[in-house]
């Protein structure tokens, strides 16, 4: 796949490295744990938003945007990366912040709502849980074009068909390092979110004819609904980047079994994943996405679902700086 084509700012200098975790597959007992750090890509405190950002970034100045608005989570790791770029870009940046937890958002919160703060956001416009996100960003926009400006939006976690091409190209890079040092992995894990991390990185491994099954670990919407997001992303993938293997939702897998109560509410297993990741290889998880896609994991391997796997990469897509909003959770 040639991805030279796609017009792609560079906010990382780097490819991420795959440390291999031997404490933690001591502490678990099963396959040998190895670890992509998407948490070290650049950007204000990294995480995989970064890699769609280059994309998507790049998409928005070739439109001569001087504002991007994009929506998230009072919490949104999203949203602090998209005001990132737009700040080493000098672009103006407006964030629609969704209350998906009823009376979550407070003006003086820490994590990533201090960054948001500390990077100089334009414009925080906080709406229900529920609202019509893509509604309320193209108001947004409106108000700001009436006003002279020209806005362009980046939909929520830069899940689309563009941003998504930053995964195509992460599976791209480990494919190449696997090779580069005989490693070869048996499964990858990583948080199935708003898609675009999913369906990238199973249309980079598809696409290059590697057959490593992608795991993908629910953080919010029930297994059917997931898959199919999931599956409808890649079929644009694939359109796009004219790939003629076939696939099919079997090659999509979701559990939704690690969810809780619910999107961003923490659960037990998310916080014995957080701990037991930081005490045993001192990488910070995070509370929302990580922690629980490393939860799910450690089921999973306790359940004997990697039985036959020797090697297996988990994808840390980054989110740390939300834990220091989460610290009370962490208090035995
Ligand atoms: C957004 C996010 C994810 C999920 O990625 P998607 O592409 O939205 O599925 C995972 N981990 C972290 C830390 C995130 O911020």
Redesign the pocket.
């Known amino acids: 796949m040639d991805l030279s084509k796609y017009p792609r700012r560079r906010y990382t200098s780097y490819q991420t490295p795959i440390e291999e975790l031997p404490r933690l597959s001591d502490a678990l007992g099963g396959p040998k744990i190895y670890m992509k750090r998407d ?1 070290l890509l650049g950007l204000a405190g990294g ?3 970064t890699r ?1 950002l280059e994309f998507l970034i790049a998409d928005a100045l070739r439109h001569d945007a001087d504002v991007v608005i994009t929506c998230g989570a009072v919490q ?3 949203c602090r ?1 998209t005001l990132a770029a737009a700040s080493k870009e000098g672009l103006k940046c407006h964030l629609v912040l969704e209350q998906r937890v009823p009376n979550s958002y407070n003006k003086h919160a820490g994590g990533n709502n201090f960054l948001f703060h500390l990077l100089g956001v334009d414009g925080i416009h906080v709406v229900d849980g529920g609202s019509d996100l893509v509604a309320e960003m193209q108001h947004v926009a409106d108000e700001l074009a009436s006003a002279g400006h020209k806005p362009y939006i980046i939909p ?4 689309n068909e563009i ?2 091409l930053g ?1 195509v190209s992460c599976a791209q890079e480990f494919l190449q390092q696997s090779f580069e040092t005989g490693i070869g992995f048996d499964s990858v894990v ?11 990185v199973l249309t980079g491994i598809l696409g290059n004819n590697a057959q490593i099954p992608v795991v993908g670990i629910g ?1 919010n919407r029930k297994k059917e609904s997931q898959t199919e997001a999931v599956y409808s992303l890649t079929q644009k993938l694939f359109e796009k980047l004219k790939i003629k293997i076939p696939f099919s939702r079997n090659d999509v897998i979701v559990f939704d079994d690690y969810i809780g109560a619910g999107y961003s509410l923490p659960t037990e297993g998310m916080i014995e994943a957080v701990k037991l990741v930081a005490r045993t290889e001192a990488i910070l998880l ?1 509370p ?3 922690g629980k ?1 490393m939860a799910g994991m450690i089921d999973l391997i306790k359940k004997g679902y990697f039985a036959s796997a020797k090697n297996i990469l988990f994808l840390h ?3 740390s700086p ?1 834990l220091y909003a989460y610290a009370d959770k962490f208090y035995d």
């Open positions: 948490d995480g995989n938003k769609k949104s790791n999203h990366l929520g976690g830069g899940s941003g998504a995964y990583l948080t199935s979110g708003s898609t675009g991390t999913h369906a990238g953080i995070d929302v996405y990580t896609a897509t980054g989110g939300a």
